[in-house]
Nanobody
Framework: QVHIVESGGGLVQPGGSLRLSCAAS????????SSWYRQAPGNKRELVAS???????HYEDSAKGRFTISRDDAKNTVYLQMNSLKPDDTAVYYC?????????WGQGTQVTVSS
C-alpha cells in the first residue's frame, strides 16, 4: 500500500524560505519519479516541479529560479526548497507519484506567505 506524507509547511513572510519534505512508503521515488503540486483556494491544482526517475528536473515558470526539487534515495524522500517566497505562493502543497495507471497523493501541507 502506498503512503505519502508531506511536511514542512507553515507561515512565512514574503521573501522567506521553506523546505517541504515528502516521504513515501510502498513505492520508490527513484523508480517512479515524483512531483510537487499546489492548490490555492478557488484554483485548480497545478504542477510546481518534477523529479523524474532518471534524475532530471522540471520546473513550472512560477518556480523557476526560486524553487529547487531534490531527492534523497536512501530516505526515499523528495524535497522542495522554496526561496524568495511571495504571497502568490500561498497554497496547499501536495506530493505525487505515479505507478502504472495509478496516481498517489499525500494529504498536503499548507504554505502561507504573509506579512
Amino acid at each position: 500500500q502506498v503512503h505519502i506524507v508531506e511536511s514542512g509547511g507553515g507561515l512565512v513572510q514574503p521573501g522567506g524560505s521553506l523546505r517541504l519534505s515528502c516521504a513515501a512508503s510502498g513505492i520508490i521515488f527513484k523508480i517512479y519519479g515524483s512531483s510537487w503540486y499546489r492548490q490555492a483556494p478557488g484554483n485548480k491544482r497545478e504542477l510546481v516541479a518534477s523529479y523524474t526517475s532518471v534524475g532530471s528536473t522540471h520546473y513550472e515558470d512560477s518556480a523557476k529560479g526560486r524553487f529547487t526539487i531534490s531527492r534523497d534515495d536512501a530516505k526515499n524522500t523528495v524535497y522542495l526548497q522554496m526561496n524568495s517566497l511571495k504571497p502568490d505562493d500561498t497554497a496547499v502543497y501536495y506530493c505525487s507519484t505515479k505507478r502504472a495507471w495509478n496516481t498517489y497523493w499525500g494529504q498536503g501541507t499548507q504554505v502561507t506567505v504573509s506579512s
